[in-house]
């Protein structure tokens, strides 16, 4: 069973800046397979963000060029970076990892972006 937490969410203004961070229970170094998504009041969950097998990450259109997810294998944390924020990125993010054909979810945390 992997374990992970999700940290760094909170209230931000339009235009502003985040930095999610999501620690795993389980060592990345048996990890390729990780990523971000939401799901904001009343909509689906939506993938933003995927850092897949050989290491490539792809991005949702809507975040490209705002977002950039990244991983720290020595401390086994996957982070989304965010820029430029709107207020339809107002969600919970959760993030992911996959393994051995399962997927793992955090309990998510909080963006709000608003005046």
Same mark, same amino acid.
């Given at each position: 069973?992997?374990?992970?937490?999700?940290? @760094?969410?909170?209230?931000?203004? *339009? %235009?502003?800046?985040?930095? =999610?961070?999501?620690?795993?229970?389980?060592?990345?170094? #048996? &990890?390729?397979?990780? @990523?971000?998504?939401?799901?904001? *009041? %009343?909509?689906?969950?939506? =993938?933003?963000?995927?850092?897949?097998?050989?290491?490539? #990450? &792809?991005?949702?259109?809507?975040?490209?060029?705002?977002?950039?997810?990244?991983?720290?294998?020595?401390?086994?944390?996957?982070?989304?970076?965010?820029?430029?924020?709107?207020?339809?990125?107002?969600?919970?993010?959760?993030?992911?990892?996959?393994?051995?054909?399962?997927?793992?979810?955090?309990?998510?945390?909080?963006?709000?972006?608003?005046?």
């Amino acid at each position: 069973q992997v374990q992970l937490v999700e940290s @760094g969410g909170g209230l931000v203004q *339009p %235009g502003g800046s985040l930095r =999610l961070s999501c620690v795993s229970s389980e060592s990345f170094f #048996t &990890i390729n397979n990780m @990523g971000w998504y939401r799901q904001a *009041p %009343g909509k689906e969950r939506e =993938l933003l963000a995927q850092i897949i097998p050989g290491g490539s #990450t &792809i991005y949702a259109p809507f975040v490209k060029g705002r977002f950039t997810c990244s991983r720290d294998d020595a401390k086994n944390t996957v982070y989304l970076q965010m820029n430029s924020l709107k207020p339809d990125d107002t969600a919970v993010y959760y993030c992911f990892v996959r393994l051995a054909g399962m997927d793992y979810w955090g309990k998510g945390t909080l963006v709000t972006v608003s005046t």
